[in-house]
C-alpha cells in the first residue's frame, strides 16, 4: 500500500522558515521523480518543485524560486521542501507527490502570518 506522509507545516511568520517532510513507502521510492504541489481555496493545485529520482535535478516554480529547495533521501524514503523567506502568498496547503500511479499525500498547511 502506497503512502506519502507529509510532515513539517505550520504557522510562521513573514522571512521565517519552514522545512516540510514526505515520508513514502509502499513502492520503490529510488526509482521515481518526486514533486511538491500546493494549492489554495478555490485556486487550482500549483507545482512548486520537482527533483528526478536520484536527486541532481530539481525545477522550481518562478514563484519560488531562489527560496525554496526540495531534496530526497532516497535510504530513507523522504522527500524533503526547505522553504525560506516565506511570504504570505506562500500560505497553502502543501502536498507531496510520485510519479508512482499519481499517488499524492493528504496535505500539510503552512500559514504565513503575522
Known amino acids: 500500500q502506497v503512502q506519502l506522509v507529509e510532515s513539517g507545516g505550520g504557522l510562521v511568520q513573514p522571512g521565517g522558515s519552514l522545512r516540510l517532510s514526505c515520508a513514502a513507502s509502499?513502492?520503490?521510492?529510488?526509482?521515481?521523480?518526486m514533486s511538491w504541489f500546493r494549492q489554495v481555496p478555490g485556486k487550482q493545485r500549483e507545482l512548486v518543485a520537482t527533483?528526478?529520482?536520484?536527486?541532481?535535478?530539481?525545477d522550481y516554480a518562478d514563484s519560488v524560486k531562489g527560496r525554496f529547495t526540495i531534496s530526497r533521501d532516497n535510504a530513507k524514503n523522504t522527500l524533503y521542501l526547505q522553504m525560506n523567506s516565506l511570504k504570505p502568498e506562500d500560505t497553502a496547503v502543501y502536498y507531496c507527490?510520485?510519479?508512482?500511479?499519481?499517488?499524492w499525500g493528504q496535505g500539510t498547511q503552512v500559514t504565513v502570518s503575522s
Open positions: 507527490y510520485t510519479d508512482y500511479r499519481g499517488y
Open positions: 527533483i528526478n529520482d536520484r536527486g541532481y535535478r530539481s
Open positions: 509502499g513502492f520503490t521510492f529510488v526509482s521515481y521523480r
